[in-house]
Nanobody
Framework: VQLQASGGGLVQPGGSLTLSCAAS????????IGWFRQDPGKERAFVAA????????EYADSVKGRFTISRDNAKNTVNLQMNNLKPDDTALYLC???????????????WGKGTQVTVSS
């Protein structure tokens, strides 16, 4: 499975961004997709994940109520809608694929290159 994240950028506090994860591979629809974020020198932190069917989602407490994850298996795309962004949301955002839904980075077998999100006035 190959993954490519896009949609990052510079946004003011309180603003919104939508990140996209484009997936390719014969069985991409069989995988849960997760979003993680990482600051330099720190471990990857779980943000959100969605099951292969899209029926189940999980969120980190820090983003609940502000972020929404969704997927379109016909387009092999998973989106992360981020609202009411805060400076603490600044990070490199990465998407990953796993046969198992969850918030642990070691669940995920395939990782894409990230997209930078910067929240600053």
């Amino acid at each position: 499975v190959q993954l490519q994240a896009s949609g990052g950028g510079l946004v003011q506090p309180g603003g919104s961004l939508t990140l996209s994860c484009a997936a390719s591979g014969r069985t991409v629809g069989d995988y849960a997709i997760g979003w993680f974020r990482q600051d330099p020198g720190k471990e990857r932190a779980f943000v959100a994940a969605i099951s292969w069917s899209g029926s189940t989602t999980e969120y980190a407490d820090s983003v609940k109520g502000r972020f929404t994850i969704s997927r379109d298996n016909a387009k092999n795309t998973v989106n992360l809608q981020m609202n009411n962004l805060k400076p603490d949301d600044t990070a490199l955002y990465l998407c990953a694929a796993s046969k198992r839904l969850g918030g642990k980075a070691y669940f995920y077998d395939y990782w894409g290159k990230g997209t930078q999100v910067t929240v600053s006035s």
